[in-house]
């Protein structure tokens, strides 16, 4: 067996919220063969197997009594190129932001919105990951994923990922499917999504009339740094709490309450409301209970100033979502995957 399998692991390096907990097993994959053998072993000792990506995305809760596999698989290649449209596959444990660098210096056009979004490439499909008005499931051209169930590998197309807000056929059935390879479906010509304020703004300070995607890119980055803390500097893990979709009805009444309510309409008449400026205006924005916290510039982040466990972080997030809940009547949902 070429799989090396490490007792009692600390998982405080891999995950960005920086908790600290132990797996009981430990292991990184940097083949499919790796993946299998990990499942068979996982299999044998009578554990869990339980996949991590870039550990940006989870809230460690106690020590993990499981065979924990890393996903260290690299390799980035083009599929298919017709000269306008090219298919990029990248192998699941391909940093994500990396990845997207490297795109756009191949010329590629479609991920620039994305941009410094932490995390792997296996693991954007499964919280249909997005930012300023761009989704996995917008670039998507499909995915290889190994079955536990039976032991075989799978391709998905588009239909069959059931892509949703933050949701996926993979997250809903959690566990079953080990993502391989992912691929995106990407152009050549540019054809950029402008459509949030802040994109615009930053690029109009900076002179750019004509933007290339990795003006956007540049943008973007940017605007994600000032606003959100650096993972290496201060624990979190992105975006705590999905943004909730409420009725109009419902919207109608907060705008009558707040005349700076932010909202967003969406297609099939619901109305997107901004979870932080929820969080913010009910005063969580900057607060502190110990080492667990609400982040000073973003109220959407909860963050770990050193020595916070994940039932901390956990428990400041059931406090926050009571509160929204009672002063608002809306429901705040926990984005990151608890275990």
Request: contains cysteine.
């Amino acid at each position: 067996m070429s799989l090396s399998i490490e007792l009692n692991r600390s998982l405080k390096p891999f995950n960005t919220l920086a908790v600290e907990a132990s797996a009981a097993r430990f292991a990184e994959a940097h083949s499919d063969q790796d993946v299998i053998e990990a499942l068979a072993e996982s299999r044998q000792l009578n554990l869990p197997l339980w996949i991590l990506g870039g550990g940006s995305n989870l809230v460690l809760t106690g020590d993990v009594n499981a065979l924990v596999l890393r996903m260290g698989t690299l390799g980035i290649r083009i599929i298919e190129d017709d000269g306008e449209r090219v298919v990029v596959e990248a192998a699941a444990g391909e940093p994500w932001h990396p990845f997207v660098l490297h795109c756009l210096e191949l010329g590629l056009c479609g991920l620039e919105n994305l941009s410094l979004i932490p995390g792997t490439v296996g693991a954007a499909p499964i919280q249909n990951v997005g930012a300023y008005g761009v989704e996995i499931k917008d670039v998507f051209a499909g995915l290889t994923a190994l079955d536990r169930e039976t032991g075989s590998t799978v391709d998905f197309e588009l239909a069959a990922c059931e892509f949703g807000y933050r949701e996926s056929l993979f997250k809903r059935q959690a566990g079953r499917f080990i993502i391989l390879r992912v691929r995106f479906l990407l152009t050549r010509s540019i054809n950029l999504r402008l459509d949030y304020g802040p994109v615009r703004q930053w690029l109009q300070q900076h002179a750019i009339l004509s933007p290339t995607p990795m003006d956007v890119s540049r943008a973007i980055s940017a605007i994600r740094s000032e606003k959100l803390p650096d993972p290496k500097i201060l624990g979190n893990a992105g975006s705590f709490f999905k943004n909730p979709v409420v009725s109009e009805s419902v919207a109608e009444a907060l705008r009558r309450r707040y005349a700076d309510l932010v909202a967003f309409p969406q297609d099939d008449g619901q109305v997107k409301l901004a979870a932080g400026w929820l969080i913010e205006k009910a005063g969580w924005k900057g607060y502190r209970n110990g080492d667990a916290g609400v982040h000073g510039l973003q109220a959407l982040v909860l963050v770990n100033y050193g020595h916070a466990t994940g039932r901390q972080i956990l428990a400041l997030a059931r406090e926050i979502q009571a509160d929204i809940a009672e002063r608002f009547g809306v429901q705040l949902e926990v984005e990151p995957n608890i275990l």
